[in-house]
C-alpha cells in the first residue's frame, strides 16, 4: 500500500467520522430548539393573557396558539407593546366586558390594522 492510498483511506474515514457526528448532533440541535422554541412560546402566551390583547383576540375569535404560531414574533412583541401603551382602555375594557367586539368595529385599539387581517385570514 502506497502512501497516496493511506492518505485517501484515512481522508475517507475522517470524512465518515464527521458525517456520523454530524447525523448524530443535527437531531440534538433540532429537538434542543424545538423544545427552546416551545418554551419561548409559553412564555409569550403567558405574556400576552395578561394584556388586554390577549382578551381582544379571544373576544374576535382568534385562538392564541394559532395567533403565537402564524405571527413573527417581532410583530407580537410590536402588538404587545401597543396594548401596553394604549390610552383607549376604559373603551376597550367596556367593550371586552360587553362581548360586543367586531374585527371591523375596533377602531379604537391600537393594533386594528393588525387584528383586522389576522380575523380576516381566518375567516379565509
Partial sequence: MN???LVSILSILLLGLLLA???VLLPVAIIFNT???MKYRQTLAEQLQRLRLGK??????IDTDS???????????EQMQRC??????????TRLAEGTVDAGNISFCNNEASLQK????LKE
Fill in 3 to 5: 502512501l497516496v492510498n
Fill in 67 to 77: 395567533y403565537l404560531s402564524s405571527e413573527r414574533v417581532v410583530a407580537i412583541r
Fill in 35 to 37: 423544545r427552546a422554541g
Fill in 118 to 121: 389576522i380575523a380576516g385570514q
Fill in 21 to 23: 457526528i454530524f447525523m
Fill in 56 to 61: 381582544m383576540l379571544t373576544a374576535l375569535g
Fill in 84 to 93: 401596553n401603551d394604549c390610552a383607549n382602555t376604559g373603551e376597550c375594557d
